[in-house]
């Protein structure tokens, strides 16, 4: 019976360990650049703690919500700022984006050790096995930021115009980060069995510089216990889902000499608008979600486009695939984008209206067009769009 009684006890001590109520961060900030505040968002970009930076230090605690959507691990983005931010200005300024400074993602743990060095601009966070894991991705982000900061301001230093260097920098940027999601492949073969190898997979599905079968031979990299867990089974959809799209682009249901659809939807103020009412010399229709980085990212690169050639009779317009129940987050991205010089249309879903007729099943997309809706080009991003506006400028 005593034998019994000990070894329950030892069974309650050690999930007590393995399953901590609640999470403790002690964290501390290095070198001469300063910050006062520390904020703390779940996965779902919920706060769930805040600190003022003391000393350099600062210290975090709640509990931990284990049971997660899709079964993934209980993760958090530490945020580190100079100033007092709230909520909304964090979500406009898109703080808590992988490709900013100042943040890192961090499995929620019994105890955290976390260190930011402000002259490295680098993250280290010791705790258990999994944040040991875990931080090979925020090294993996670090070196990203930096590099590309790096390379920006090798751009600048250039004789180049002023153009030319924002095209170069989107795409030197872009070929850096799947150069990372490479990089975080080789993770996976380190650490197959690993949950917060999968929690940190999704980048790596929806990097446009990584095909599809390249990605589905990245997730066979994981064990079986892996690949069918909750959140594997929840991620699987999203790789066919890619390569299904990537077949489907290859073959799309509207080329080039095509006349493009007609179709009316309805803009942010609620008011239907009919597409061809919004032609001009050419216009640029592009599809868009708020969810979708790539696409956001792309945003000022168009709006870049818009100003040089709106005299001469270029135009936008932007059709949102979000979920009708987001439309409210649509209305708040066109203004934190500063999307108010384009027709801003509200599609609903990928599944229906002109975004099922176009077969919109990987964004972003886009559909260069003239004054008669005649396809002139399609899916131009970056320097590839002010080329092609030149050209036919200069016609």
Not at 24 to 43: A, C, R, T
Not at 59 to 74: D, N, R, V
Request: a positive charge.
């Amino acid at each position: 019976m005593k034998i019994l009684i000990a070894i329950l006890l030892f069974q309650s001590f050690a999930l007590s360990n393995v399953f901590a109520e609640n999470f403790h961060i002690g964290g501390k900030v290095l070198g001469k650049e300063k910050f006062n505040y520390v904020y703390l968002f779940d996965s779902k970009d919920n706060l769930i703690g805040e600190a003022k930076i003391s000393d350099n230090h600062f210290f975090l605690t709640g509990p931990i919500e284990y049971k997660q959507k899709f079964g993934q691990l209980p993760s958090a983005t530490i945020l580190l700022s100079q100033i007092v931010l709230t909520v909304s200005e964090i979500n406009a300024q898109r703080l808590l984006s992988n490709r900013k400074h100042n943040n890192c993602t961090i499995i929620l743990e019994d105890s955290i050790d976390l260190a930011y060095d402000t002259d490295r601009k680098l993250f280290s966070v010791k705790g258990g096995r999994q944040n040991e894991i875990q931080n090979l991705y925020i090294n993996g982000y670090s070196i990203f930021r930096n590099r590309r900061d790096s390379i920006y301001l090798s751009i600048d230093k250039s004789d180049l115009s002023e153009k030319e260097k924002e095209a170069i920098k989107i795409t030197e940027a872009k070929k850096l980060f799947t150069k990372t999601m490479f990089g975080f492949i080789n993770i996976i073969k380190l650490h197959r069995d690993s949950e917060v190898a999968l929690l940190n997979f999704s980048p790596v599905i929806y990097d446009q510089g990584i095909a599809g079968q390249q990605v589905l031979e990245a997730f066979n990299l994981f064990t079986q216990r892996i690949r069918e867990s909750e959140y594997g089974i929840h991620v699987y959809p999203e790789i066919t889902k890619k390569i299904k799209a990537e077949e489907i682009m290859a073959a799309p249901a509207y080329t080039v000499g095509m006349k493009m659809p007609e179709f009316s939807l309805i803009n942010e103020n609620n008011e239907v608008v009919k597409s061809e009412s919004q032609f001009s010399k050419y216009t640029l229709i592009d599809f868009w979600a708020t969810w979708c980085i790539p696409c956001r990212n792309e945003t000022p690169n168009i709006i870049h486009a818009l100003t040089s050639y709106q005299k001469k009779g270029f135009q936008v317009i932007t059709v949102s695939i979000d979920d009708t129940k987001d439309k409210r987050k649509w209305i708040e991205a066109i203004k934190n984008d500063k999307m108010s010089g384009f027709t801003n249309l509200f599609n609903g879903n990928d599944n229906s209206g002109i975004a099922k007729e176009l077969k919109i099943v990987s964004i972003p997309a886009n559909y260069l067009v003239d004054s008669k809706g005649k396809i002139i080009a399609t899916n131009l991003r970056g320097e590839q769009l002010i080329k092609k506006l030149q050209e036919l400028f200069a016609e």
